[in-house]
């Protein structure tokens, strides 16, 4: 069994801070750790993943995750916010990319000025 | 690349009518394909995994003869509503996963919004 837990549904940032989004994971077997992005009214977008290998994970428009076994999280981060980062993030685990994935309840990123 | 179409984007029908929504993959072939159900500002719940040629393998809840499912072909994948009603009401994702590389995750289309009067 697998499940994640994103802590906070809602973070709000001003823009140039750090971003910082929590992800917690449990996992009976080496997970598989997704970041997707969804805009009002879309679908999902793929941030980032991890599979094996680099624990340090950088994805799309500077986004980067940090697989940690010991602490079971891959918290999501970004040095700058821009207005165009304000969005629903979801992390998502799976037991393989092949797999079907497991979401978290998501977290509401607001930007302000 | 990697591109999944999904149609209509939005619909609005009378209750006791049936629709269909449609995910395409553009520029793959997909074997499976997954259908997803997202309430107002919560996660997305799994519905039902789809491989082409075989039946649905539906989630635990899911009514089956509810949601019907088809994925004739590799690129097409179908979600039938039947006899929808106002608690049907909901934004239905899919995604799909390349048949040429499972290893690459599911890439997502971007969504049908359901709206039963």
């Known amino acids: 069994a697998q499940s994640v837990t994103q802590l906070g549904s809602h973070v709000s940032v001003s823009e140039g801070a750090l971003v910082l989004l929590r992800c917690n994971y449990s996992?009976?077997?080496?997970?598989?750790l997704f970041w997707y992005v969804q805009y009002p009214n879309q679908g999902l977008q793929l941030l980032l993943k991890y599979t094996t290998g680099a624990t340090l994970v950088k994805g799309i428009n500077g986004f980067e995750a940090e697989f940690k076994k010991s602490e079971t999280s891959f918290h999501l981060t970004k040095p700058s916010a821009h207005m165009s980062d304000a969005a629903e993030y979801f992390c998502?685990?799976?037991?393989?990319?092949?797999?079907?994935?497991?979401f978290g309840t998501g977290t509401r990123l607001q930007v302000t000025l | 690349g990697a591109v999944v179409s999904q149609h209509p984007s939005w619909v609005i029908c009378k209750s006791g009518t049936s629709v269909k929504i449609e995910c395409r993959s553009l520029?793959?072939?997909?074997?499976?394909m997954f259908w997803y159900r997202q309430f107002p500002k919560q996660s997305l719940m799994l519905m039902a995994t789809?491989?082409?040629?075989?039946?649905?393998?539906?989630e635990q809840g899911v009514e089956k003869d509810k949601f019907l499912i088809n994925h004739a072909s590799l690129t097409l994948s179908t979600l039938t509503v039947t006899s929808a009603h106002p608690e049907d009401s909901s934004f239905y994702i899919c995604s799909a996963r390349s048949a040429a590389n499972s290893n690459q995750p599911q890439h997502f289309g971007d969504g049908t919004r359901l709206s039963i009067l």
């Open positions: 789809s491989n082409e040629g075989s039946k649905a393998t539906y």
């Open positions: 996992s009976s077997v080496p997970p598989y």
């Open positions: 520029d793959f072939q997909a074997t499976t």
């Open positions: 998502a685990v799976s037991t393989g990319t092949a797999s079907k994935l497991t």
